[in-house]
């Protein structure tokens, strides 16, 4: 440690005074390093955030393919859109996939949470909940496709065992899109669990205290002091897992790709298969817009809801 | 205290074992993806169903990371999969480096002159800023994509890590919070002393926040050691190919017969060890850290 920060300090030195004797009184100036220090993270946000925005709204408004000059066509993919029952279905799917996913993923999160602070303050259990969330997306559905396998796979026999028979989970209409959930809130319960845990510990326990005495139940104490404390951290934990939830594909690119049908062509999914197997970078690209005012709503709608600018602590 | 005397030791009972289910539901697949890499190639077909490996092995591993002989007779059954992973973990590696590392600086000297330097158009650019970080990467993709394109970098390691080496949002905003929690007093007094920002910068920001940077480290190494659409998009060539996107062509080549499990699992122990080991050498900063993630 200390010799990496005198090598940084040496270094930070000779910089220093190869500018102060150049330009001494720029570098002496707030505004100019100001802008010297912001200017490399301005040129990342310019051209990979504020620029692509736009421009990402701009191809919505033609017909591109990549190979010949976008041709301009004004709100013709907007309008397209709206008769697109593709479109329709992948939304549908999309909004389905979080309704299997979200309310699960907290309550499930929020019991760890409980369960951590009331009888364990050990950091191995709390690492042995994370390690999932450290699993990447494809590994996580990797391996959940192998335990899944209708032949060889472990839970297939263990379904197999308790006389449930078995499933071929990924290529069932109706059982592929909820496996892709379960293995979604397999590798983000543990994670919320944490950031509950985190919310959990700054309610001040004499509330809890004086609940006591006066003889609320466990359940009073949970619905009446824990639940609305803890309500800033539950809002931004659904707020970021429903913007998460919504842009799923990595789940589906490495297990059902779409597939079977279209009962897990999420929106997301049905983007990139138009922009690149369908190479319609305009059509893709005005989805993709429509997608982002969505979010904005629903993030809004979910504040709305939540009250989350009121703090009940005071 | 008194009502709850004699059910509590229960509640307490149920509570624990409710708490090492889920211990278990988190652990149990980590641990069948393990004993399946440990199982030999031809003694899968019985062990479906058991807990633990069938004719224990390291071959899985040796063989996906072309440590065997080429001509080794057991490299000739049918169902292997040609698989080179060992090229995989260290584009990984690279790839990881090359975006983590600028990032962390580039958006501590930002995060700084938000925190603690007056410049015209601070305050408009840090909204700026923060509204990025409502931008969802389906509406990104496409016009970076066409923009890595457009300079030739498909393919390429820079392609791959620039879009997170100069910036995120939330690594500039994540560090400006740490930046503006420590009193400015001493900082203000260099400055009377004579010290200009750039050694205020490095002589004392820099070392001062060292937790808070390890903390964000942390957090920008697993998420970008597990990105996958980006990497997926730009980098699909074997030789800048990172773990998560070979784990996947391997699957999608494979879909004819019957997949290639021991040697999948072994890549998938392979790309999954650094993470365990940053969790057991630095178990308690990583859990603190990704607890802290969700602070505002």
């Known amino acids: 440690m200390s010799t990496k920060t005198s090598i940084l300090s040496e270094h930070s030195a000779s910089v ?171 590798r983000h319960m543990g994670y919320a669990a944490l950031l ?119 | 205290m008194k009502t709850s005397a004699s059910t509590l030791p229960i509640g307490r009972w149920l509570g624990y074992a409710v708490l090492i289910l889920f211990a278990l539901i988190s652990l149990g697949p980590l641990w069948i993806a393990f004993k399946t890499a440990l199982t030999g190639p031809n003694s899968l077909f019985g062990s479906g169903g058991s807990l633990l490996p069938n004719d224990t092995t390291l071959f899985n591993f040796q063989r996906v990371l072309g440590f065997v002989d080429p001509t080794d007779p057991r490299l000739q059954q049918t169902g292997l999969a040609k698989i080179t992973f060992f090229r995989a973990l260290l584009n990984s590696v690279i790839f990881t480096a090359m975006a983590v590392a600028p990032q962390i600086f580039f958006s501590a000297t930002a995060a700084y002159a938000f925190a603690r330097l007056r410049f015209p158009g601070r305050d408009l650019l840090f909204f700026l800023f923060i ?74 920001i820099l070392p001062i926040h060292g937790p808070s940077l390890a903390t964000l480290a942390i957090l920008t190494t697993v998420s970008t050691w597990n990105e996958f659409f980006w990497p997926f998009l730009i980098g699909r060539e074997e030789s800048v190919r990172v773990i998560a996107v070979a784990i996947n062509a391997f699957r999608t080549q494979q879909q004819a017969g019957v997949p290639d499990w021991t040697g999948l699992m072994a890549c998938t122990v392979l790309g999954v060890i650094p993470m365990v080991a940053l969790l057991v050498f630095f178990g308690r900063k990583v859990v603190e850290s990704f607890q802290f993630s969700g602070m505002k």
């Not at chain 1, 690149?276 to 709503?297: K, W």
């Not at chain 2, 200009?196 to 490095?202: A, E, H």
């Open chain 1, 196 to 314: 509950f845990y985190t919310g959990l510990q700054s309610i001040p326990e004499h509330l809890y205290e004086a609940a006591r005495i006066e003889g609320a139940s466990q359940w009073k104490m949970f619905s009446s002091i824990t639940l609305p404390l803890l309500r800033p951290t539950v809002v931004f934990v659904l707020v970021t897992s429903v913007i998460g939830s919504f842009q799923i594909f990595d789940t589906i690119a490495v297990t059902t790709q779409g597939g079977p049908g279209t009962a897990t062509r999420t929106i997301v999914w049905y983007i990139y298969q138009e922009a690149f197997s369908s190479m319609r970078m305009g059509y893709a690209s005005a989805m993709s817009t429509v997608l982002f005012l969505g979010l904005v709503l629903v993030t809004l709608a979910q504040m709305r809801v939540l009250r989350s600018g009121e703090s009940d602590l005071g």
């Open chain 1, 16 to 186: 220093g005074d190869g500018f102060r004797s150049h330009k001494k009184r720029l570098t002496e100036r707030e505004g100019f390093c100001g802008w010297l220090f912001i200017t490399p993270a301005l040129v990342g946000f310019t051209l990979f955030y504020l620029l692509p925005t736009i421009r990402a709204f701009y191809i919505g408004l033609t017909n591109w393919n990549l190979l010949r000059a976008p041709k301009f066509l004004g709100l013709d993919n907007y309008l397209r859109l709206l008769g697109d029952g593709k479109f329709w279905s992948s939304i549908w799917v999309t909004v389905l996939y979080v309704l299997y996913n979200i309310p699960v993923q907290t309550v499930l999160g929020l019991l760890i949470a409980v369960l951590l602070k009331r009888l364990t303050g050990s950091v191995v259990i709390r690492s042995i909940m994370l390690a999932p969330f450290l699993v990447s997306n494809v590994i996580a559905a990797m391996i959940w496709f192998w335990m899944l396998d209708p032949i060889l796979g472990f839970l297939n026999f263990v379904f197999q065992g308790l006389g449930l028979g078995t499933h071929a989970f990924f290529s069932d209409e109706n059982l592929a899109l909820p496996t892709i959930a379960a293995i979604n809130i397999w």
């Open chain 2, 131 to 204: 509204a990025a970080t409502m931008i969802p990467t389906a509406v990104l993709f496409i016009p970076n994509f066409i923009l890595i394109h457009d300079l030739g970098w498909l393919n390429t390691f820079q392609g791959m890590a620039a879009p997170y080496a100069l910036m995120t949002p939330f690594a500039v905003f994540f560090l400006r919070q740490m930046f503006l929690s420590t009193p400015k007093d001493v900082e203000e007094a260099a400055r009377i002393d004579g010290a200009s920002y750039f050694s205020i910068f490095f002589r004392m």
